[in-house]
């Protein structure tokens, strides 16, 4: 991949991050976390797994 293609990818990446970041900030401000853990700890796995892609990719572009 190109330098323009990895950024492309981390601005992508952080979208979802910031997405993923609202949807649990919501869930905890309704109470949903305790209703519905099973989808509350999901959308953790899906964050935690963009933050890790986000930060391999900028790894790579910076050449480590």
Known sequence: MTDDEHQHVIDELQIVIADT????????DTGMAKEMPEDYEKLQTILD???????E???VMLGG
């Open 57 to 59: 990719h900028t790894r």
């Open 49 to 55: 797994d963009a933050v890790k892609q986000q930060r």
């Open 21 to 28: 970041q609202a949807t649990l900030t919501r869930f905890e």
